[in-house]
């Protein structure tokens, strides 16, 4: 096995960015990033082409609605309340209806048409009723935590749930869209908030990340929720800490947004996106919304923290790679003593305070300005290898995989320095990088796998549908100008054989035209257009949806 070059965390070379495209003339996107209507009843859309009848459910999909109250409006595109559509497909045909989540902060906002509750860009005024001091002693007040779960529809024990990754969720009915139940993490397990990208087992056991914040600092906590109830009203009864991981510093640990899972690990991924807890705990009395409180460091590794599923043991051995940013993970599995690390990453961490509304709503020049100072996400792959011993050598690439030109060196004890292979070609350069991940989830999640799906970003939201064969880095492409596709859901066949047998579900926006949404189908295997519902309304941009299979 030839040795390698000895790699200092310090002194890795940067990625070459002359292949980054630099683009002049976007579009504006101002109208999908606008409040919308509701549409509490379902309406018809009208389909064209055919669209396959064996697809029968809902394709639920969440994402910020409303972005202002009154004369107060907010100032990141994660603050926007929360609003859930619901596309029924049966037989051919497809329904569209939305509402807004019935939080608490929603409500509290409207009953006084103004911002009350703070969100992670937007810090609430305090009470212009109140005099002076009422209104300087508010400033010293805990910041109660949002419960505007806006992110993603997860599911826990069967049930379907809208998350955020505050300690709070809502269990919803995703036959009309209503709360059921508000849910406190807190109340079960000791973790002030968990993300909105848990991970499943086959049997349907659900595993989660949540930080608990206490008197010696930060813990970040794998959690584990049995897969079914005990009783029929059981929400997350039986959750545990699986283990709790010690950040690097306690005071400034890292923001994570999801994390990644294979057969028998739990992979968490310590980036150097960094939170200041003195500054977001003060953050009233200074004035400034939580998002202050959150910066990048590139003086920093990354490190990959591995956990035994089966006994919650964080394995001594600490991966390290260059400082990189990464908010989805694609894929893990392992093979031949390997864990692979399948994950969208950006070489910069700055990308969080560009989503600012006012960013988004720009245009002309400025707004290919935002766009070319944002960090574009590539799809690459980390190998780690898990059976390194006091006698395994220093000095020499690990990876012994003769098909991956991804590195992995021992350079100590308990250190492992890891450089990434890219799993796409030159042609993705060109389509603005891919973000959203998605994968046949429940046939080849934590297994290997050929294909994966995103959204190419030639702008600040995804304008192409992406599909990547790993066999030979290859791209299928959707993409009509002027057309902005969201997340796209791999739905399988009931008849599947390979692993793209299915369909690929999209929700497709155009600023451009009014009342222009429609629900794309695209084949997965070819991704030809087999058809799309044409939906009379307005729908802003959003973030992750799920695929409700009916019974």
Known sequence: MAPVKMVNPDEAEPTNNTKINILSGLESIASLMSTAEETPEPISTTVQGSIPTWINGNFLRNGPGKFEFGNTHYNHWFDGMAMLHQFKIQKGHVTYMSRFLQSDAYKKNSEVDRIVMSEFGTLAMPDPCKNFFQRFLSRFEMMEPTDNASVSFVKYKGDYYVSTETNFMHKVNPENLEIVEKVDWSKFIAVNGATAHPHYDPDGTTYNMGNSYGSKGAMYNIIRVPPEKMESNETLQGAKVLCSIVPANKSHPSYYHSFAMS????????????????????????????????????????????????????????????????????????????????????????????????????????????????????????????????????????????????????????????????????????????????????????????????????????????KVDLKDKTLKVWHQKGFYPSEPVFVPSPDAVEEDDGVILSVVLTPSQDKGTFLLVLEAKTFEELGRANVPVNIPYGFHGAFSASA
């Open 263 to 466: 057969e028998n690990y739990v992979v968490f991924i310590e980036q150097p996106i960094k939170m200041d807890l003195l500054k977001i705990v003060t953050c009233k009395i200074r004035g400034k919304a939580l998002n202050k409180g959150i910066y990048w460091d590139p003086k920093l590794d990354t490190v990959f923290h591995v956990v035994d599923k089966r006994t919650g043991e964080v394995i001594p051995m600490k991966y390290h790679t260059k400082a990189l940013s990464t908010f989805h993970q694609i894929n893990a599995f392992e093979e031949d003593g390997f864990l692979m690390l399948d994950m969208c990453c950006a070489d910069g961490g700055q990308a969080i305070s560009n989503y600012l509304i006012q960013n988004l709503r720009k245009s002309g020049e400025a707004l290919d300005e935002v766009y070319n100072t944002t960090d574009r996400t590539f799809p690459r792959r980390f190998v780690l290898p898990l059976n390194v011993t006091d006698d395994t050598p220093t000095g020499q690439n690990l990876n012994t995989r003769p098909s991956s030109s991804a590195t992995c060196v021992k350079i100590s004890a308990d250190k492992v320095f890891c450089q990434h292979e890219d799993l796409h070609g030159d042609d993705l350069y060109k389509y603005g990088g891919l973000e959203f991940p998605q994968i046949n989830y429940s046939r080849f999640s934590t297994r290997p796998y050929r294909y994966f799906y995103g959204c190419g970003f030639r702008h600040m939201v995804g304008d192409s549908l992406l």
